[in-house]
């Protein structure tokens, strides 16, 4: 976690006073690779007071796998800043906050960084405050009509019960019709 200094920097110089003369780092101080990605993505990101893309800022934070995926989340209605739909250009500043819709969980973050450019996983963590609520529970469910390997061609019973678990489960069978009729 980067903290900011009185004067307002993020600490990274400070990183620097952490090291002793031999070059070792103390146990409390941040990681040098975290560190060092950090400033890239420092140096990479708008000047201050600029602001980013919306679809680029959740793609290189790591909320969406690309940034289309951003962009078409954004057309679909499935990002909002600040509590209103967001096209994939809006523009967004230090402060704003942000919602993300992902299959049937909401992704609530506060943005404290704005990035251009895809970081690791620690450090886009840092560009973010996460206000999400938990994740809803996985519900685990055995494949229809999954065989063990070597068992051999299904019996008329077997196959019969395959149709039945595939007809409970919304399956559809051959011709797009649902199986059984």
């Known amino acids: 976690m980067v903290v900011e200094d009185a004067d307002g920097t ?7 006073d952490a090291q002793g003369a031999d070059g070792a780092h103390d146990t409390g101080a ?3 690779k975290i560190t060092a990605a950090i400033a890239a993505a420092e ?3 708008p000047a201050s007071g600029a602001s980013v893309r919306i679809d680029t800022w959740i793609w290189s934070v790591r909320l969406v796998k690309t940034r289309s995926q ?3 989340a954004c057309r679909g209605g499935h990002v909002r800043v600040n509590g209103e739909r967001a096209k ?3 523009s967004i500043r230090v402060g704003d906050e942000v919602r993300v819709r992902q299959e049937n969980w909401e992704r609530v973050v506060v943005v404290k960084r704005l990035i251009r450019k895809r970081v690791g996983a620690p450090v886009a963590a840092q560009c973010y405050v996460d206000n999400s609520p938990p994740p809803p529970p996985r519900t685990p469910f055995a494949p229809a009509g999954v065989r063990d390997p070597g068992t051999g061609r299904p ?3 077997d196959r019969r019960e395959i149709e039945r678990l595939r007809a409970l489960n919304g399956l559809r069978g051959p011709g ?3 199986e059984g009729r």
């Open 70 to 72: 951003g962009a078409t």
């Open 88 to 90: 994939p250009a809006h």
């Open 155 to 157: 019996t008329k019973r």
């Open 43 to 45: 140096a990479a990101g």
């Open 176 to 178: 797009g019709r649902p």
């Open 10 to 16: 993020d600490g990274a110089e400070g990183a620097q």
């Open 30 to 32: 941040p990681d040098p």
